[in-house]
């Protein structure tokens, strides 16, 4: 509970069963995507429930099983360059393909002699083919330019995009539902005690506007 107020989630379900946490996440799913990061045993039901899941690289066998993305540093900063590393690859998809559809639908009528009415000429098959190659190693060159992916927190603060929205809609929405333990903590333990050790399991809603 500590470690959510220091980062202003305010819906937070403490010791939380294995199943109930499932049942949280196919709840939040009725009306959001949701992700959830996790890395014990009891976390591997709300992985499989979840549209994302997520497992630290040092946690349980069944966790790994059931994620979707295993982040092997187990560093919860490298979710974000997951994120990242998506969202620049799924524009460069975007990019290819805008860049094919022009290109044929530019060079494909020329190659059908749309222009021969106009010119008396046709495109010669040599030229067409060396077209048509060119466009595959233009598409295949700007997929690879993705090797040179740099995090961001390693970007020059003027080449680092700035996110128009927060990744949550609003922090308020996301829901952190810590490991249950073997033995619950006492409850004379006063909430500040080890804050970072006991959240394990995130779900949020991304917000419409998030990159």
Not at 69 to 87: E, I, K, Q, W
Not at 188 to 207: H, Q
Request: glycine content about 4%.
């Amino acid at each position: 509970r500590a470690a959510a107020a220091a980062v202003g989630i305010r819906n937070v379900a403490a010791q939380t069963r294995p199943q109930d946490k499932a049942g949280r996440v196919q709840a939040l799913r009725a009306n959001h995507v949701v992700a959830v990061v996790g890395d014990g045993v009891n976390d591997g039901p709300a992985l499989a429930a979840a549209d994302l899941g997520v497992a630290l690289g040092a946690g349980s066998h069944l966790a790994l099983e059931t994620a979707d993305l295993v982040l092997s540093r187990s560093r919860l900063d490298d979710l974000l360059v997951a994120l990242d590393v998506a969202t620049a690859t799924f524009n460069r998809i975007r990019a290819n393909l805008l860049a094919s559809l022009l290109f044929n639908s530019i060079a494909m009528p020329l190659a059908a002699g749309a222009l021969y009415p106009l010119t008396k000429t046709q495109v010669p098959p040599q030229l067409a083919a060396a077209a048509m190659v060119s466009s595959s190693l233009a598409v295949v060159a700007s997929s690879l330019s993705l090797a040179a992916y740099v995090p961001p927190s390693a970007r020059p603060p003027h080449r680092r995009r700035r996110r128009r929205k927060p990744r949550f809609a609003d922090s308020r929405d996301a829901l952190a539902l810590p490991l249950l333990a073997d033995e619950p903590p006492a409850r004379d333990a006063p909430d500040s005690a080890e804050p970072l050790a006991a959240p394990r399991l995130v779900a949020g809603t991304p917000s419409a506007h998030s990159q």
